[in-house]
């Protein structure tokens, strides 16, 4: 009936588990998360039980309910593997996923089965509502991980998952784990204040063993210019787990980044053989063409054009291979634009930008290095100055202060000042230049540019509000 159903509706949305943590399909390259997930499986040595839940998660969203139902008999079976003291605890996001998958199948009695189960289960573990996250930090560290592997808009929820865990338990060395790739993966590279590492060197010590967090602690380390130190760590990892693929990609980009190219690219053809449609491997080896580009063209005013157009073609033909395999990969395709510019391949650079803008899962920081480079290409290479102008000021409307918006505020200003001195007269020109000015905080030459527009063109609000808000200010 219609009102057993509302109310085994309602049972639902009171679970916790995959399908009530808002993970959404339209953030997500699904294949590529099906594929990152598989590998997941084939070289992580814990527990799996989240990864076949995760599975499980994705299977549903790609319409396939029953290979959803096989990953969670699997995740069921790593329960009685691992834990098999705790059953009931350990079952709960997977119990409330199968009474999901089998309404969304329309089993209705097989649903109010695993609803009950559940309830009946967190009745038992104590006194509190159905499946109480405080009760049981396992729960909330697995919302981290799935938040981890749905990509950068989820990372801010992963951390606040751990850090709840963490309350329950401090010295958890899983959720440590987790707490301190969240921090890594949310912390600009380029700060000097880190407050990643003492969480990553934590996670170590809790468990020397998490090769995952070793490789990303050296990289840290490597960041802050305490590449001896990291050094240490990348090569004790490689003695315990020198075929392990996810070691061998971060050892490549740590030898990469310390200038030893060779190296690295041992490392990724190495890798490569383990799994060979890597979108990673392929981008990693094009950024390591590339670094050898950059040397090249360093160390020779003329170098060979032979060996120039060498590495231009092995970094393009790398940075294509990323992108067949993960058509919503950004810096693939960020990367390989660059590539065709730099190979004077006009037509393919823009045909490539116009693919990057089409991805729908681009995060507000892509958005700004997108516009920013598109910028870029239009300025230097097609000399289209306005067109450029856009793009820079796109940047500026995606309000977050980051790297790109300083570099496009950069690049507007001196357009916009050699524009002015040439002689323009285009009241747009000056007034993009005042709200230039006024992002720097240099509030009277900001003033003086909007005056000049609003002189240019008198019935304009926007100047007229602008300079108003303006002198209040001061």
Known sequence: STASKNSLKRSL??????????????DVDLDDLED???HQIEFFTKSKITIYNLLSYVCHLKNSN?????NLQKAEEEVKKYHPAEIARRSLVTWANYAWIYYHMERYEEAQTYVSKVEKSCRNLSSTPPQSKAQCPEIYAEEGWAFL????????????CFENALQKEPNNPEFNAGYAIAMYRLENPFKKLSLSLTALQRAVELDPENTFVVVLLALKLQDLEQTD???????????????????????????????EIDKALGFLEKALQVIPNSPFFHHQLGLCYRSQLVELKKAERY???EQVDKLIQLCIFHFKMVIEIKPKFFYGHVDLAKMYTEAKRYEEAEETFQK???INILSYGDKQELHYYYGNFKHFHMKKESEAIEHYLEVLQIKTRSYYFNKSKNALKTLLEQRIQAGSRDATDFGRLGLVYNLNGETHEAIRYYEQALELCPDSEDYLSALCELRLSI
């Open 13 to 26: 949305l009171q679970l916790e588990c995959y399908f009530t943590w808002n993970l959404l399909k339209q």
């Open 149 to 160: 592997n749905f990509g950068r808009k989820y990372y801010m929820r992963a951390r606040a």
């Open 303 to 305: 170098p060979p054009q």
């Open 356 to 358: 990057a803008f089409q």
């Open 36 to 38: 990152r997930v598989g």
């Open 66 to 70: 029953e290979e959803a139902l096989i």
């Open 229 to 259: 130190e990291g050094e240490r760590y990348i090569e004790e990892v490689l003695k315990k787990a020198p075929d392990l693929p996810y070691v061998l990609r971060y050892a490549a980009k740590f030898y990469r980044r310390k200038g």
